[in-house]
């Protein structure tokens, strides 16, 4: 009986860890890094777009159209911010996996030839729907995720939209193991998987009581350690893949290292839930010991106090009239913005026009690295080369922008938005080596851009949480990045393609050649890409200036404790926490015993010697 009694209490114990893991906020965290490490899909759009181009007969000014539509869906998440407002995580989560699964299925029917030959707006509409989920991914677990630790902000940006931008090399690697060399199939395995990982932790994502562990930040370092290691190795394999052919069966070995670097991390949520279930439990044995008796409340009689005075009655009128001011009267920066305040502010104009030059030039150019390859000369592998380089230096970027600007802010209060400014600096260089064809430099130039890319997606998420506050943060964080397909519709769509097909349709007039209807439009030569690389230079210096004024104006508020109203708050809730009852018992010590008691209940507790 002894014996049977402590195998069920074991048990017992065991499936209550178990619980307490999958329950708790650092398998919260592994959930999201995953979710985040198959959401990159639209940034490899320059790896399957010369198959769109080829099986539909696109010219370059139809495939910088549908790209266009692939950013405005991957970024115009308002909808998805939204719909967080009204509902849980896990509504936004399951509804960004039906819009990824149909929008690239549709995609790989219409490149397989499954389906009849689509007008180039249902192409526009199946990858925008695509593409779309990834704002409601975003939204439904990196918001989540930034609401539970408001403290930690710019290291959780960093870390989770580092693994958005490491997705594309990883994502390359299941591809090639899965489906070897396949390019169409490409676009079903960005169908399905994203999705699927995204339906398994439907109820793991969602919104916690924030208690701030003293080693937090300390455990997110471990991550990025772990990312970096993934990351590593991502570069190492991509070298060795660039330099000798792989095979199916090599690639397949490479995929699972992958997945055994993505699961590494469930070692550290592992150890610090199990501290918290440890506490958890001492806590819970000290109050078993507990003896509850029944008190009968001494029957006296308070005089009830007399009613508040009531303010008098606000004329309807006048409340509308009210809010109508306070769009233009907004609250300090830090403090709690409406969503029409913000829109509305300067500070908030400013970061737009900044993130339409910035990221609309580096998208740009990411989006166009295959063709910017083949008009070089370089080889047709090199374009999953380029891919792999941008993703992992994207990754480098984010986690870099995230957790340096938290030291730098922290340690020495230099301002995010000024690392802003020298990041939109950089990427200028990226742009010169591409439109001058620097043998080689694209290489570099994916290295930079890649970086650049990456690093000013978390400056940005930051910025506005810190400036606009947390309570409309699922909006006000996609409305940030409603920029980006302006800006890469503006410099992709009207500059790039635009300047492409010219070039093109002059060389093929120049050869004495007409174009057949459907016929792909090709440029070969550094003159393809040039101009619109200038242009996208000039784009971007005019963006780090504009950026300069958001420097000047938030210098006095990044130089005070941004951070203090929620110290102070998870201090309350961890003595809140550490209190039997959830803080609702009262000690007092009389006669050698202590007494707790709250409201018709006295509770004795018997001291152990």
Known sequence: MTVAGRGAGSCAATTNLAVHVITGRWFMVFATLLIM?????????GLYSSVIKSSLGYDQTTLTTLSFFKD??????VLSGLIMEISPPWVVLTLGAALNFFGYFMIWLAVTGRIAR????????????GANSQAFANTGALVTCVKNFPESRGSVLGLLKGYVGLSG??????YHAIYDNNVKALILLIGWLPAAISIVFLRTIRFMKVVRQKNELKVFYEMLYISLGLAGFLMVMIIIQKRFAFSQSEYIGSAVAVLILLFVPLLTVFREEFKLWKTKQEQISNISQVEVVAESPPTTVLPSPPPPPQPPPVPASQEEVSCFKNIFRPPDRGEDYTILQALFSIDMLVLFVTTICGIGSTLTAIDNLGQIGASLGYPDRSASTFISLVSIWNYLGRVVAGFVSEYFLDRY???????????????????????????????VASVVIGFCFGAQWPLLFAIISEIFGLKYYSTLYNFGSVASPIGGYILNVRVTGHLYDREATKQMAAKGLLR????????????????AFLIMTAATLFGMLISLILVVRTRKFYQSDIYKKFREA????????????????V????????EEKSSSLSVTTTRIE
């Open 570 to 585: 998870g201090k309350a809730a961890e003595a809140e926490m550490a209190m039997p009852n959830g803080g609702a018992l």
């Open 37 to 45: 490490s198959a959401a990159g899909a639209t940034y490899m759009f």
């Open 413 to 443: 209060k230099i301002p995010r938005p000024l690392m802003l400014t020298l990041i939109l600096l950089l990427s200028c260089l990226g742009h010169l080596l591409i439109a001058f064809g620097v043998p080689n430099g694209l290489y």
């Open 118 to 129: 689509p007008a180039v707006w249902q192409m526009c509409l199946y990858i925008c729907i």
């Open 516 to 531: 057949k209807e459907h016929q792909e439009l090709t440029c070969t030569g550094v003159e393809c890409f040039r101009l």
């Open 587 to 594: 000690e007092k010590v009389a006669n050698g015993k202590e």
């Open 169 to 174: 090399a990883i994502l390359t690697q299941f």
């Open 72 to 77: 405005l869906g991957g970024n115009v998440g």
